[in-house]
């Protein structure tokens, strides 16, 4: 009895023994690639599956670098030739990018992904056009239009089925979507406004409410192009509202903005600033919780701090106004930079391509074959094999490599002295403004600290007054000039032309400077006549002020300026010429180069900061014209622009 007893304890004590060194065992191979393929491959439910998914991300994060997209690609081959090929491979390959960005394999899983279409172990019609849709969006946010838009047509011909019913809808409008963003970016309107349409339908059909907004904002976006304001409003309020109840903010923050443009463009300042308020106001909702998320929203902060910018300028505010253009520059030269990294990355992307594509082979063959001793001679024949043909690839390919690397440094070397020179010119304008700001600032604060000491009476302030006026109008136009400078190197001219009477423009010139001229007993003439003409209103305003500002400034007492024009065949050309100072060929010269940044003192001791024909020029020439300069020293000087008909 007590032997039967024994029997069966030593029964109990060898099954517990053996149970623990299956576990044991089990245990130890989560570390090996092999038993996560066998993992996958009996995998029964889509609910398993994410299970699994989930322990395989602590597998890939205990994988090294070197191993991690080797591993990749035998456990997804193993899920392409799953049952639930359409979901594990959709989740294990966003898995593998996640990772793989997250230490810093962005490169190499780029290098990988794309020879995935033509490895023979992808035949899975399924995984094929999952393929399709992620070579879609890689191609296109590296704006190769021409692959991202072959890729997207592959998919959205033979990629309905690709994913799974709570994924199919979100992809297959993105597809759709892209290849209609692809046409915009080519400037194909009508094709790109016929996809979109076609993509609001299936919005509707799909009842997919996220995608309804953002393509009824993309829908306005084209409306706007084509400069149908009436429906742009419409489908770009649409956006926000959809889009906001949706949680798609980035695509009603893009929508507020572009109807500020709108409505900017339309001169509705007043609407265009509430727009862009409402703009800001959603993304401080957005990032003020969560600072890590502005680098996904550099490109929105740039536009609503511009627009803040040229707010404050218009209302004078020009304390705002600095500091707004100060913190939209330091957007900009952001987004500049990681676009430059981006263009280098490219490069770096394309030469990786051509160095890596038989390693990642080679690796694989190796992995693979290491499953039986029986292989191992294959795999070193292989090896050696793969080596060689790397050997005489590399070098046949070494000096074409050479080539373009030199070429593309030599335009990042371009860019690098183009930088350096807009650096320069920075310098230059501020050492400059600095001189100009001190002088008229320093007087100011004399006469009233003095006034304030009561080193000078109050009622001496009066004797001081055209002191002060000269001083302060000195301030207003420094600042006036080198604000309209930054703006325009800040956005970009852009040009709206209108049908205007450019002798009206002459006439509100002249008016403007009455004043200003009666100091120097200055008679203002208009000899021009009633001509239509068609350019910027805000251009013309900008030139005629500052070529009728120089004519004040450099004429001298009891003399007179006069306004003439004269039509011929293809334009009209405005004259604002003088009796003053006169100009020498060196400062023609300059003007007419684009070097005209030293200041220069006027006939009553005016100041400026030379800013203001530089502007002039480029406004003429942007608007289609020419800026010309007659001038003889000590005689006067004639100025004039055309404006082609």
């Known amino acids: 009895m007590k032997f039967v007893c024994l029997g069966k304890v030593i029964q109990s004590t060898l099954i517990t023994l053996l149970i623990l060194l299956l576990h044991f065992q089990v245990f130890s191979q989560t570390d090996s690639v092999y038993y996560w393929q066998k993992k996958i491959a009996s995998c029964k439910s889509i609910s398993e599956s994410n299970i699994l998914i989930e322990k395989i991300k602590g597998f890939y994060n205990n994988s090294s670098k070197e191993s991690l997209l080797a591993n990749a690609d035998l456990l997804l081959q193993t899920a392409s ?15 593998t990018e996640t990772i793989s960005n997250n230490i810093k394999l962005e490169t190499q899983f780029a290098v990988f992904a794309i020879k995935l279409e033509n490895n023979p172990r992808y035949n899975n019609i399924i995984v094929q056009n999952q393929l399709y849709y992620y070579y879609t969006l890689l191609y296109f946010r590296l704006k190769e239009f021409y692959n991202a838009d072959k890729y997207c047509n592959l998919f959205l011909k033979y990629g309905m089925d690709a994913f799974d019913s709570d994924n199919q809808s ?6 759709m979507t892209i290849s209609a963003l692809i046409d915009v970016a080519k400037n194909e309107l009508e094709s790109a406004y016929k996809k979109l349409n076609a993509t609001l339908d299936s919005c509707i059909s799909q009842k997919n409410k996220a995608w309804f907004g953002i393509t009824k904002g993309n829908i306005g976006d084209v409306y706007y192009r084509q400069g149908n304001f009436e429906k742009a409003i419409h489908f770009l309020n649409e956006d926000i509202r959809i889009s906001i109840a949706n949680n798609q903010f980035g695509s009603a923050i893009n929508s507020y903005t572009e109807l500020k443009d709108l409505y900017t463009k339309q001169n509705k300042i007043e609407i265009a600033n509430l727009y862009i308020d409402s703009a800001n106001n959603l993304l401080r909702q957005i990032l003020d919780p969560n600072p890590s998320l502005e680098n996904l929203y550099l490109r929105e902060s740039f536009e609503i701090n511009s627009a803040y910018a040229n707010k404050y300028y218009l209302k004078k505010d020009f304390v705002n ?18 676009e430059k990294e981006n263009q280098i990355k490219n490069i770096v992307e394309r030469i990786e391509l051509n160095k890596t594509s038989n390693e990642f082979n080679e690796l694989h063959e190796e992995i693979e074959n290491k499953k039986t001793i029986s292989f191992y001679f294959q795999v070193i024949l ?9 050997y005489i690839i590399f070098f046949r390919r070494l000096k074409y490599v050479n080539k373009v690397l030199l070429e593309k440094n030599e335009i990042i070397h371009q860019q690098n002295l183009e930088l350096e020179k807009i650096n320069n ?21 004399l006469i009233f600290k003095a006034v304030g000491d009561n080193k000078l009476p109050f009622s001496a302030l009066e004797n001081q007054l055209p002191n002060i006026i000269r001083n302060t109008s000195n301030l207003v136009n420094t600042l006036e000039s080198l604000l309209n400078w930054s703006a325009s190197q800040l956005r970009g001219i852009k040009v709206n032309k209108v ?32 001509t239509m003409v068609k350019i910027d209103k805000n251009h013309i305003e900008i030139i005629l002020r500052n070529l009728t500002s120089n004519a004040i400034k450099f004429s001298k007492q009891n003399s007179s ?43 009553l001791g005016e100041k400026g900061i030379g ?24 005689k006067g000087t004639s100025m004039s622009f055309t404006i082609p008909k």
Do not use: C, W
């Not at 030739?81 to 898995?95: P, R």
């Not at 979100?170 to 597809?175: I, K, Q, T, V």
């Not at 106004?321 to 990681?338: D, Q, T, W």
């Open 170 to 175: 979100d992809h297959y409008l993105n597809a």
């Open 561 to 603: 300026i006069q306004f003439n024009l004269i039509t011929n065949i293809d334009f009209v050309e405005v004259y604002v010429m003088d009796e003053g100072m006169g100009l020498s060929n060196d400062q023609v010269n300059n003007i007419l180069n684009n070097t005209a940044m030293k200041s220069s003192v006027g006939t």
């Open 382 to 390: 292989m090896a050696i094999a793969g080596v060689l043909i790397i």
């Open 611 to 634: 800013l203001g024909l530089l502007l002039t020029k480029e406004f003429i020439e942007i608007n289609g014209g020419n800026l010309h300069v007659s001038s003889e020293l000590n």
């Open 81 to 95: 030739e799953s049952k639930y090929a359409y979901h594990l491979f959709n989740e294990l390959f966003y898995l």
């Open 321 to 338: 106004a600095s500091h707004f253009f100060a913190k939209a520059f330091e957007l900009k030269n952001l987004i500049e930079k990681n």
């Open 425 to 445: 010119d920075k310098d230059k304008l501020f050492s400059i403004i600095s001189h100009d700001l001190r002088g008229p600032s320093r007087n100011l604060q």
């Open 499 to 530: 049908l205007l009477d450019v002798n009206e423009s002459i006439e509100e010139t002249i008016h403007f400077f009455e004043d200003q001229a009666l100091k120097k007993n200055i008679r203002l003439v208009n000899n021009s006549r009633s």
